[in-house]
């Protein structure tokens, strides 16, 4: 079992930069992490994923060039660095993580196997 905990989220302003973080604990070894996010009535879309032995990055569409991910090993950490931000960023963020070994495409909720409890973020106009 992979726990997860994200922290960080808030209410900011457009333009601002916020880092998203995400804790995990327990058997951690994934083959993805992720970031998604859920406005209100509307489905869960992918933000950015990290295929974890490889180091490959994936950013949807809308987040590339504002959103970056890092992750910290030692403290099996994730961190969603996000700038530029816009009100059509206000959501609910979770983080994912697939189990050892999983297959499936990043971009799919139902690749991932793990999810944390998502943190709000509001950015103002």
């Known amino acids: 079992q992979v726990q997860l905990e994200e922290s960080g989220g808030g209410l900011v302003q457009a333009r601002d930069s916020l880092t998203l973080s995400c804790a995990a604990s327990?058997?951690?070894?994934?083959?993805?992490m992720g970031w998604f996010r859920q406005a209100p009535g509307k489905e869960r879309e992918f933000v950015a994923a990290?295929?974890?032995?490889?180091?490959?990055?994936y950013y949807a569409d809308s987040v590339k060039g504002r959103f970056t991910l890092s992750r910290d090993n030692a403290k099996n950490a994730l961190y969603l660095h996000m700038g530029s931000l816009k009100p059509e960023d206000t959501a609910v963020y979770y983080c994912?993580?697939?189990?050892?070994?999983?297959?499936?495409?990043?971009?799919?909720?139902?690749?991932?196997?793990?999810w944390g409890q998502g943190t709000q973020l509001t950015v103002s106009s």
């Open positions: 990290i295929r974890w032995s490889a180091g490959n990055l």
């Open positions: 994912a993580a697939t189990k050892p070994y999983g297959s499936g495409y990043y971009r799919w909720t139902t690749s991932y196997d793990y």
């Open positions: 327990g058997r951690t070894f994934s083959t993805l």
